[in-house]
């Protein structure tokens, strides 16, 4: 559902458009005049503005130019009365998306032109997505002979339009590969759209994939494409792919095949103007045995199969992955000089991280919270916050402040370093925890 704006001082035009795109699913204000719809631009935002021409107190042109300001990505249509076709060319020079004539012929034409004008607000989004999403995932590097591989693997497969598997545990950067063998490819300028198989129901997941037409379901008020048309001349990556069900296992296999599908509800054959890589932490050969995945899907998607190493094989890039890290947490919590000292280094590079990266970043995240000075030391690195604390052995007695220090870097934790949760966690005052993270050196 879209929000638009309808301007217009003829209040039966105005009637009639709200209706009609109300009808559609949309969500419609309405304003009497221009004055009034720039007052609602600058209340609350808006996906597209239907706009009059000639209105009291502010026209449409003045409206389009002051309403493109506050809101850059607004999409909008100008209605026009015979004659004006000049002051339309102008406005779409202004940035209006088209205009309408008026008399309106059919609410069908509006409806049309409506849906045209937010698919291409959906398109710009999703490449400013697509881009934004570049940026958050760096290219990879490494010094492990392991990673050296597996990136090696991944250039050469970049430069053709073969489907690629990645297969890894939890964490260990599949979508940072998807995403650096987009950004490689002949596809680079074009969308990287990626779907989670695993947090859709199936139903919504098959409406996510290919698209409905309208009234193809319970509430499937408007037509609406799917991702793999979005995603048309870029990539489509398909996260936790093992976790599909049956049908749907069907269904990819016939867009793999042919590069064709229909929307929900449609009888148009669709092309999937896509590259595909799919990623899977489970054993698909396992799942194909035990008849729970497709083994013509699962050849499908195994053209080109690449393993993410565990981040314990491949501790030689711990230290400059925890720095890269670091600095993101660093920029997203308003403290970009963040270092790591020797022994936290040390540390970070011997633990098992069975969570692999994303427990490592989890963990520096963390330890930026405890800190509140420029350097992460060793201290502040908590491995597992909420794990029962070791009991001392009768031959490693523990002092007493060893295990205050133990208990007030825990409470921190589990509190983002709130310092008033922790102290009421350990039943202190505020004030005494101060003087307690003074003396034992805890930021």
């Given at each position: 559902?879209?929000?638009?704006?309808?301007?217009?001082?003829?209040?039966?035009?105005?009637?009639?458009?709200?209706?009609?795109?109300?009808?559609?699913?949309?969500?419609?204000?309405?304003?009497?005049?221009?004055?009034?719809?720039?007052?609602?631009?600058t209340a609350s935002a808006f996906d597209l503005l239907v706009t009059d021409l000639k209105m009291p107190r502010m026209d449409g042109l003045t409206l389009l130019r002051q309403g493109k300001e506050l809101q850059p990505d607004l999409e909008v249509i100008l209605l026009t009365a015979h004659g004006s076709i000049d002051v339309a060319v102008e406005a779409m020079k202004l940035g209006a998306f088209d205009f309408l004539q008026k008399p309106i012929a059919a609410p069908s034409q509006l409806r049309l032109l409506v849906a045209r004008a937010l698919e291409r607000r959906a398109l710009v989004s999703l490449k400013e997505g697509s881009e934004r999403n570049a940026s958050a995932y760096p290219d990879l590097r490494s010094d492990a002979p392991a990673m050296q591989q597996v990136i090696d693997a991944l250039e050469r497969v970049a430069r053709t339009?073969?489907?690629?598997?990645?297969?890894?545990?939890s964490g260990t950067g599949k979508e940072v590969a998807?995403?650096?063998?987009?950004?490689?490819?002949?596809?680079?300028?074009?969308?990287?759209?990626?779907?989670?198989?695993?947090?859709?129901?199936?139903q919504l997941l098959e409406s996510e994939l290919f698209g409905h037409e309208r009234g193809a379901f319970t509430?499937?008020?408007?037509?609406?494409?799917?991702?793999?048309?979005?995603?048309?001349?870029?990539?489509?990556?398909l996260d936790e792919v093992g976790e599909l069900k049956p049908e749907l296992q069907a269904k990819l296999l016939r867009v793999l095949q042919e590069r064709s599908y229909e929307r929900l509800g449609g009888s148009r054959t669709l092309h999937a103007d896509v590259r595909w890589i799919a990623a899977t932490n489970r054993d698909l050969g396992a799942l194909v045995t035990e008849g729970k995945f497709r083994q013509d899907l699962y050849h499908r998607l195994s053209v080109f199969p690449v393993r993410l190493p565990q981040l314990r094989e491949?501790?030689?890039?711990?230290?400059?992955?925890?720095?890269?890290?670091?600095?993101?947490?660093?920029?997203?919590?308003?403290?970009?000089?963040?270092?790591?000292?020797?022994?936290?280094?040390?540390?970070?590079?011997?633990?098992?991280?069975?969570?692999?990266?994303?427990?490592?970043?989890?963990?520096?995240?963390?330890?930026?919270?405890?800190s509140d000075g420029p350097t992460i030391r060793v201290e502040q690195i908590v491995l597992d916050p909420l794990a029962s604390p070791a009991q001392p052995s009768a031959t490693e007695p523990q002092t007493l402040e060893a295990l205050e220090q133990a208990a007030i870097v825990r409470a921190l934790a589990e509190v983002d370093g709130n310092r008033k949760r922790a102290a009421d966690a350990l039943g202190i005052g505020v004030r005494t925890l101060y003087e307690k993270l003074k003396r034992y050196g805890i930021g």
């Open positions: 559902m879209s929000r638009i704006l309808v301007a217009d001082d003829e209040e039966g035009v105005r009637e009639f458009i709200g209706e009609t795109l109300q009808g559609a699913g949309h969500e419609v204000v309405l304003a009497e005049d221009g004055k009034r719809a720039l007052d609602e631009l339009d073969s489907t690629l598997l990645l297969v890894g545990e998807a995403h650096y063998v987009h950004r490689h490819s002949a596809r680079a300028a074009g969308p990287f759209m990626a779907v989670n198989c695993a947090v859709l129901s199936e509430g499937a008020h408007a037509a609406r494409r799917g991702r793999i048309e979005l995603a048309a001349g870029g990539t489509f990556f491949r501790r030689a890039d711990i230290p400059a992955l925890a720095e890269d890290l670091l600095r993101s947490v660093g920029r997203s919590i308003g403290r970009a000089q963040l270092s790591l000292d020797p022994a936290a280094v040390e540390k970070l590079v011997a633990a098992p991280w069975s969570g692999n990266v994303r427990e490592l970043k989890n963990t520096l995240e963390r330890a930026a919270i405890l």
